[in-house]
């Protein structure tokens, strides 16, 4: 861990709480990664759902804090600097457009399922804050999403503690298969509406 993370661990849970939220401006170190490494570091159970809780409110925050930023500075402004900075952030122009795209479609849905993937979760607050979306929705659906993505990374860490085992390998397959497992309910849900459709049947002459 960078040595500013380990000095940030040393004041607790408001330590950790900052962490999380600087996690969200500057990620050094894959949001999986440093979740286990906090739930390797948790002494019990207490302590755990106060991790969860801590993390889950310090990467709400960050979210604002973009959500904010795409609001204050609005979409031309936004265009501009992901155009010029956004590859250095690992936010490409592409990855931007998507966002902002799937944005008009399921507002509420893809802040929820956005907060599970990887690299996406970080800057998702911006295109929404670009669009103006409403504020109270946005912020139901970070939180679900950032406690969907948070919760079981710290519980898979403090059940790993003391273990020995390398947390980068563990939360890349854990992060695989939280993913895959997404995947999998969605498609099983879009099928199951799509099952469910009948065409209207047709008047009588």
């Not at 996690?23 to 894959?30: A, D, L, S």
């Not at 996406?120 to 929705?137: N, Q, S, T």
């Not at 999403?145 to 854990?174: E, K």
Request: proline letters at 5%; aromatic letters at 10%; one cysteine or more.
């Amino acid at each position: 861990m960078p040595d500013a993370i380990a000095a940030l661990l040393s004041f607790g849970l408001l330590g950790v709480g900052c962490i999380a939220v600087v996690g969200k401006f500057i990620p050094v170190v894959p949001s999986y990664v440093l979740l286990l490494f906090l739930g390797m570091t948790t002494s019990d159970r207490g302590t755990l759902a106060l991790t969860i809780m801590v993390t889950t409110i310090g990467s709400t925050v960050g979210a604002l804090g973009w959500y904010g930023l795409g609001r204050a500075l609005g979409q031309q402004r936004i265009d501009a600097l992901v155009i010029r900075f956004g590859r250095y952030v690992f936010l490409n122009e592409s990855l931007y457009r998507r966002m902002t795209g799937a944005y008009r479609r399921a507002p509420f849905r893809v802040t929820l399922i956005g907060q599970t993937i990887p690299c996406a979760r970080i800057y998702i607050g911006m295109p929404a804050g670009v669009l103006g979306l409403e504020p109270r929705a946005f912020l139901a659906a970070t939180m679900l999403g950032t406690l969907a993505w948070n919760a079981p990374f710290l519980s898979l860490g403090y059940a790993l503690r003391g273990s020995g085992h390398d947390p980068v390998s563990v939360g890349a397959w854990a992060a695989a298969m939280l993913i895959a497992a997404e995947f999998v309910i969605v498609w099983a849900l879009r099928s199951a509406a799509k099952s469910g459709i009948t065409p209207p049947a047709r008047a009588s002459a």
